[in-house]
């Protein structure tokens, strides 16, 4: 039975999982109000996907590095520390540079948090697979809690039509200065440039742009309240911060083990490392990685625009529900394919949410009307079937390779790569090509997984010949 310093441990790894989830999801829901907080287009806020992304697997490089030199409980605190300020950086500023900025340093700390845990996982409990599934169970639980804890402080926008409608006094049109320009590359709120707006009619009279919404019931639009929302994540941060620095304290002289093995971080462990089909494979396996990650990851960071700037025109709360329950679901998959793994192999885990990912690709590829009832169940499917499969894969590739902590490191970096990097993609081409790209994208991706997959088994097989 595990003592209590091993369960405060594991809670703590735990948690910090858990603000994985809730860091690398947090701009999906909140990126129509971030857009209008920056004054950026669609292209232009996307470029937070990928500085997040980029620095968070150079992050994940970087902790192999600090855990050399210091404990690896201080380097989770510290890094829990420094990724606190810059998440509660983002918002305050009204600066994108800014916000770039701090969203790198968000990510690059994050990243020390994520392949720190799975390290400290592996060193401690090496034998013990089922405790790495419940850690990465943590980062859906964050990535389902955020658009719920971000709901309230999101801004309700509407579209132009809803405006005009909402505006219009004795049949008149609405004055021009409350006229917004909504399109899916470059959302203006044109109400808000000013910083004094004076409307007139029986019923309407109010001033200060954005500060102040018009008293009327027909109207859906309403301060947003962003920033107070990222600070609060960052605040999130303390709880585990105490909680290291107690552990650290309690079992400081535990620690020669550890630094030992941090030594070896780059020293070669595998006798077939140097060879072509170890190479071949493990360039393979980062790349399925990549996409296992990134395409449900480009997908969930998506989902809100898409609702809202497509022509389903959905309210942005709605789609933060929707976005939250796909979250939810990718959860519940990622449970039930921990469950499932210990009846069937790996390898049967991996081809089955594969496969079953292709259905809801189908459906989003314009085969199936895209009503929204058909955009809930294709996004349920897709995180259901997307849960599992880098927990699987993980448990899957330790078949052929040696996870030494390098070789960790790396697959780590393209696990966190592609969450942002993807994302970042879509948001170019939904950008360049309208929102439904997202949909083409994910159907193409969807197909591109599994015959990827098929290639890397055949590598795999060869390997073991």
């Given at each position: ?16 999982l ?42 994940c490089?970087?902790?192999v ?25 983002i ?52 990535a ?65 742009g ?10 859906s ?7 107070t929302f ?11 911060i105490?909680?290291?620095?107690i552990l650290?304290k ?76 796909y979250?939810?679901?990718h ?79 790396l ?5 966190s ?13 939904m ?17 591109f ?17």
């Amino acid at each position: 039975m595990p003592n209590k310093l091993t369960v405060l441990q594991v809670s703590l790894w735990w948690f910090s999982l858990l603000l994985v989830g809730v860091i690398t999801t947090v701009f999906g829901p909140t990126l129509p109000d971030l857009q209008d907080l920056y004054g950026a287009s669609l292209n232009g806020i996307s470029s937070l996907f990928l500085i997040m992304g980029l620095s968070l697997s150079f992050g994940c490089l970087v902790s192999v590095v600090l855990m050399k030199y210091l404990e690896p409980t201080m380097v989770l605190a510290l890094s829990l520390l420094l990724e606190g300020v810059c998440t509660s950086t983002i918002a305050i500023t009204q600066y994108l540079f800014i916000a770039c900025l701090a969203t790198a340093g968000s990510g690059l700390f994050i990243g020390c948090v994520f392949n720190t845990v799975v390290r400290q996982c592996n060193m401690v409990f090496p034998k013990s697979s089922s405790l790495l599934h419940l850690l990465l169970v943590a980062v859906s639980v964050g990535a389902y809690v955020t658009p719920l804890l971000a709901e309230p402080f999101l801004g309700h926008f509407c579209s132009s039509q809803q405006m005009n409608n909402s505006f219009t006094l004795n049949g008149s049109e609405p004055p021009l200065a409350f006229q917004p320009s909504v399109n899916a590359t470059n959302r203006q709120y044109s109400a808000l440039r000013t910083n004094e707006v004076a409307a007139t009619g029986p019923n309407l009279s109010f001033s200060g742009g954005r500060k102040d919404t018009p008293n009327t019931h027909q109207s859906s639009y309403f301060k947003a309240d962003v920033r107070t929302f990222y600070v609060m994540i960052g605040f999130l941060n303390i709880p585990p911060i105490i909680g290291l620095l107690i552990l650290f304290k309690v079992n400081k002289n535990g620690t020669e083990e550890q630094a030992n093995e941090s030594d070896m971080a780059f020293e070669v462990l595998d006798r077939n490392e140097n060879s072509l089909k170890f190479l071949l494979f493990l360039g393979t396996l980062l790349l399925a990685f990549v996409l296992f990650c990134g395409v449900s990851f480009a997908y969930g960071n998506f989902l809100t625009t898409y609702g809202v700037d497509s022509s389903l025109k959905l309210s942005v709360q709605r789609m933060a529900v929707m976005t939250s329950v796909y979250w939810l679901h990718h959860l519940i998959g990622r449970i039930l394919g921990t469950v499932i793994s210990t009846y069937i192999s790996q390898t049967q885990l991996i081809y089955i949410c594969l496969c079953g990912e292709l259905i809801p690709g189908i459906m989003v590829s314009g085969v199936v009307s895209l009503g929204e009832i058909s955009l809930w169940v294709a996004s349920i499917l897709i995180a259901l079937f997307a849960g599992p499969l880098v927990a699987a894969m993980f448990s899957w590739s330790r078949r052929y390779i040696y996870f030494s902590p390098f070789v960790l490191g790396l697959c780590t970096f393209a696990d966190s790569f592609g969450s942002a990097m993807l994302p970042f993609v879509a948001g170019q081409l939904m950008g360049h090509f309208g929102v439904n790209a997202l949909m083409y994208f994910f159907s193409s991706q969807s197909i591109f997984q599994l015959v990827l997959f098929i290639i890397l088994s055949g590598i795999g097989t060869l390997m073991r010949d």
